[in-house]
């Protein structure tokens, strides 16, 4: 896993953009790949460890197959 931020996170919607070096332009993810008790959300600015792969989703070159939060 590698470490990323999150750029955005939409609540109401279920999904983000985490940005991270081996990810550029963005990696998009959904909420069902964060390993989080309850509801699962992440917030802009905060660290994540992110594993992905490459795939084309909504615009973005990278996906998230899992996210676990760091802070």
Do not use: N
Not at 14 to 23: A, F, K, N, Q, Y
Not at 44 to 53: D, F, I, M, R, Y
């Amino acid at each position: 896993m590698i470490e990323a931020m999150v750029r955005e996170w939409d609540d109401d919607e279920g999904w983000g953009v985490l940005d991270s070096r081996e990810t550029p332009g963005g990696c998009w993810t959904h909420f069902s790949v964060v390993e989080a008790p309850g509801f699962r959300s992440l917030a802009a600015g905060q660290k994540v460890a992110l594993e992905w792969e490459s795939g084309e989703q909504d615009g973005f070159q990278y996906r998230a197959i899992r996210v676990v939060i760091l802070e």
